[in-house]
Nanobody, 114 residues
Framework: QVQLVESGGDLVQPGGSLRLSCTAS????????MGWYRQAPGKQRELVAR???????TYADSVKGRFTISRDNAKNTVYLQMNSLKPEDTAVYYC????????WGQGTQVTVSS
């Protein structure tokens, strides 16, 4: 059974930083593509960043230069380093694992507010 457990969401002031983590179990993590998505109230879920098994990365235009996705295959974990956070980054952030099927974590709340 595949499980994805996210952590790291918090309340942070504009301009601040957070690091999200997502640890996978029950699957061969190293060959999966991993992604972070987010969903703000009243909006559709959107891709934030993605990293392939070859460590090729993709970012939404809105986060380029501020967010960095990385992975540690030894720990079955993907990270999202978020810097220069803005109020519009407020959302529930979901971890996604893509390997034949799509798997989702439970989500972690990020709130950017003064």
């Amino acid at each position: 059974q595949v499980q994805l457990v996210e952590s790291g969401g918090d309340l942070v002031q504009p301009g601040g930083s957070l690091r999200l983590s997502c640890t996978a179990s029950g699957i061969i993590f190293s060959i999966a593509a991993m992604g972070w998505y987010r969903q703000a109230p009243g909006k559709q879920r959107e891709l934030v960043a993605r990293i392939t098994r070859f460590r090729t990365t993709t970012y939404a235009d809105s986060v380029k230069g501020r967010f960095t996705i990385s992975r540690d295959n030894a720990k079955n974990t993907v990270y999202l380093q978020m810097n220069s956070l803005k109020p519009e980054d407020t959302a529930v952030y979901y971890c996604n694992l893509d390997l034949n099927n799509n798997y989702w974590g439970q989500g972690t709340q990020v709130t950017v507010s003064s």
